[in-house]
């Protein structure tokens, strides 16, 4: 009865590859983000979405592309991967207008 | 843009002691404060939150107090247990905005020894 999960936990794939990342919320929310926390534990969003507005943090390459298939799942597609890519990302829910979050175990992902 | 800068990075007490992470904010018109708690391997997960109306929150061991002037925040955390030790992050929102606008410190690794 996880509220948010992620698979897979652990990733390790060589520089150039696509990699995707899933998630998915059975809270019933209706708003998902993607957050990046580097070597140094510093969180960051990357994406937020729900099922009228994709807002993009600025300062993510378009290599990273959110996917929702529907409400419950927000999946990141990550092309081109490279070195800097290493990092864990969080998968998070709240209800729209709810400041409150609550995040995935997060995905290890390191890059060769 | 909102700028949120937390101290200390790491902190040690012993086991019974308290302890107090703080936070300042440099846009004024921020709303929100959630603090997260970070144990290994997993996510954060909102443990106390404050809103710009408020200038104290308590909830058992911990409470949140928020000085809108100095634009501060501090978390304290009393009778700290062994299960405390994790890596704290606090966050603010900026006014009209969504969850997805937090914007963290850098995190304060708490531990606290028995």
């Known amino acids: 009865d996880t509220a948010v999960s992620q698979t897979p936990k652990y990733l390790v794939t060589q520089m150039g590859n696509d990699k995707s990342i899933k998630c998915e919320q059975n809270?019933?929310?209706?708003?998902m983000y993607w957050y990046k926390q580097d070597s140094k534990k510093f969180l960051k969003i990357m994406f937020s979405?729900?099922?009228?507005?994709?807002?993009i943090n600025e300062t993510v390459p378009n290599r990273f592309s959110p996917k929702s298939p529907d409400k419950a799942h927000l999946n990141l597609h990550i092309n081109s991967l490279e070195l800097g890519d290493s990092a864990v990302y969080f998968c998070?829910?709240?209800?729209?207008?709810?400041?409150?979050?609550?995040f995935g175990q997060g995905t290890r992902l390191t890059v060769v | 843009g909102e700028n949120v800068e937390q101290h200390p990075s790491t902190l040690s007490v012993q086991e019974g002691d308290s302890a107090v992470i703080k936070c300042t904010y440099s846009?004024?018109?921020?709303?929100?404060f959630p603090w997260y708690k970070q144990e290994l391997g997993k996510g954060p997960q909102l443990i106390i939150d404050i809103r710009s109306n408020v200038g104290e929150k308590k909830d058992q061991r911990i409470a949140v107090t928020l000085n809108k002037t100095a634009k501060h925040f501090s978390l304290h955390i009393t009778e700290t247990q062994p299960e405390d030790s994790a890596v704290y992050f606090c966050?603010?929102?900026?006014?009209?905005?969504?969850?997805?606008?937090?914007?963290f410190g850098k995190g304060t690794k708490l531990s606290v020894k028995p």
């Open positions: 979405y729900n099922n009228k507005e994709l807002i």
């Open positions: 809270l019933g929310h209706d708003t």
């Open positions: 998070a829910s709240s209800r729209t207008g709810d400041a409150e979050a609550f």
């Open positions: 846009d004024s018109a921020s709303n929100y």
């Open positions: 966050a603010a929102l900026p006014y009209g905005g969504s969850q997805g606008n937090l914007i």
